[in-house]
């Protein structure tokens, strides 16, 4: 399948690489948006927060156990961060495979756009 995200969780496309397991592939945002801005993607290809069931969206709970592990480890669980999931064209959806942005290191403001 043609789908950028796929491709870096098979290291078909280089990333730096910050979290991997079975199910999940964390790498940095070639964009960051804050001082620490990592992407959190499920291996199995899934095209937007649309497409979740209830036979398929279990990996989200692990996705979030996941971002709450690389906070603690990386030192910014208790000033705070932000998990953001863009879904669609109004959403701001970019690229068309389901991931989760964990956004930290400076205060993010509210609301967002
Ligand atoms: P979204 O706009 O929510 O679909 O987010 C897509 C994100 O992927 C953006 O923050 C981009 O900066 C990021 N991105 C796009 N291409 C790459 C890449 N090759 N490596 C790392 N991050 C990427
Ligand atoms: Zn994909």
New binding site residues.
Partial sequence: MDC?FCK?AAGE?P?TKVYEDDLVYG?????P?APTHI?LIPKAHIASANELTEENAGVVGHIFAVAAKLAKEQGFADAGYRIVN?CGKDG????GHL?F?VLAGRNLGWPPG
């Avoid at 790498?27 to 964009?31: E, H, R």
């Avoid at 701001?92 to 690229?95: E, R």
């Fill in positions: 950028l870096i496309i990333s790498f940095l945002d070639i964009d948006q992407i863009n701001g959806q970019t690229v991931h942005h």
